[in-house]
């Protein structure tokens, strides 16, 4: 380093950044982060070449700039001043819980308390308008102050566009039915004659629900849930596309707070055999909800839980095939920046709950085996 710059200057702060980095003292390269961010007449674009005769040296220099950059940018995205620490949140609201079930196939098991019931699809077995309409008064009989449904690729009554295109398998549902009075009615109903009591039926479409009564005193709090009975092709069923189609980029509102489908998405609760969607994944990723709520994967039933942060972002990426190896390196600098910065810069971290609801077991012979899941928020 120059003589000159042998003091108190943005030079000399680089270079101590850069001791504290390779001897990997985390509070020696936070204090030093911090101290330059407090310096108001101090520029990153102004620092000058370190002029430094050791190749590794200058390039891991070279590479500290760019790393002071990305952290005033990630403060003025935030809209948080460099010189002042990150304003307190809201005040805490009364928790919300919500009760997840999915693939009850016909069956009818003990539903929790709750605010919100989430039934993720395939309600019935074989989709006709009887087995249909008895799930749909169970349901909306249930206490919950709001109860929210989709349809599974076996609720065939619901897809107006299978039954016309594959009139064989509605015929093969409706033979299925017992007793001569369901099959005649299952054969002149159809969805518009179904009736929805309180519930809320979602396909392809969002609600918004509201929690806190304001005139009470209370803070409002509203959940924007989205959801989607759409699933990748396996055998002759409703609500299906091919497999290598995307049909979700860009499709879920950015201020969703739950994802309700009925598949899951890729490598999330969905079996041995990853039997999720790629192109749902990125695009959870992409929306970072509070909750991924499906079932469809019988076998997947559980909860798990994941941070979007940058790093979560890409690592996502890397394991669907998205994102590519080159994003390897973005992902290491995220991890190095994000043990620099003190605490009260850093990234809020916001986790992602994935649930698989699905209630049974088997194919065929559908039995209960799971509770419903409860998920407070």
Not at 106 to 113: A, F, K, L, S, W
Not at 293 to 301: K, L, Q, R
Request: net charge negative.
């Amino acid at each position: 380093m120059p003589p000159e710059h042998h003091s108190d200057t943005p030079l000399f702060c680089l270079c101590r950044l850069y001791e504290f980095l390779v001897v990997d003292d985390v509070t020696g390269y936070r204090n030093t982060i911090e101290y330059f961010c407090k310096q108001r007449i101090w520029a990153v674009r102004d620092i000058p070449d370190p002029e430094d005769h050791d190749p590794s040296r200058y390039a891991f220099l070279a590479c500290l700039p760019a790393l002071l950059r990305s952290v005033f940018n990630e403060r003025i995205k935030l809209g948080l001043s460099l010189h002042r620490p990150p304003p307190s949140g809201p005040l805490p609201t009364e928790p919300i819980d919500v009760v997840c079930t999915s693939d009850t196939h016909g069956t009818q098991p003990p539903i929790p308390q709750g605010d919100i019931l989430l039934h993720a699809g395939d309600l019935t077995q074989w989709g006709t308008f009887s087995e249909i309409q008895a799930q749909l008064t169970w349901l909306s009989n249930q206490p919950h102050k709001y109860k929210v449904i989709i349809a599974g690729n076996h609720d065939l009554l619901l897809d107006a566009n299978f039954r016309i295109e594959h009139p064989e398998r509605w015929e093969q549902a409706m033979n299925a039915c017992r007793g001569p009075e369901s099959k005649e009615m299952d054969a002149s109903k159809t969805s518009e004659d179904l009736n929805w009591g309180g519930l809320i039926y979602l396909q392809d479409t969002s609600t918004t629900l509201t929690f806190g009564n304001v005139d009470d005193g209370e803070r409002e709090r509203t959940i924007t849930i989205y959801g989607s009975p759409s699933t990748p092709q396996h055998a002759l069923s409703a609500f299906q596309y091919p497999k290598d189609l995307d049909v979700w980029t860009s499709t879920i509102p950015p201020n969703t707070d739950i994802l309700l489908t009925h598949g899951p998405p890729w490598g999330h609760l969905d079996g041995a055999k990853k039997s999720g969607c790629v192109f749902l994944a990125r695009e959870v990723a992409r929306v970072r909800p509070r909750m991924v709520v499906f079932g469809h994967i019988h076998v997947g039933y559980g909860t798990e839980e994941v941070v979007y942060d940058t790093v979560g972002q890409i690592q996502e990426g890397i394991r669907g095939g998205w994102a590519g190896w080159p994003s390897l390196a973005k992902m290491l600098a995220a991890v190095v920046w994000g043990r620099a910065l003190p605490r009260r810069w850093r990234e809020r971290v916001r986790k992602t709950t994935f649930v698989n609801a699905a209630v049974v077991e088997g194919w065929e012979q559908y039995r209960v085996k799971n509770e419903a899941v409860v998920v407070r928020i």
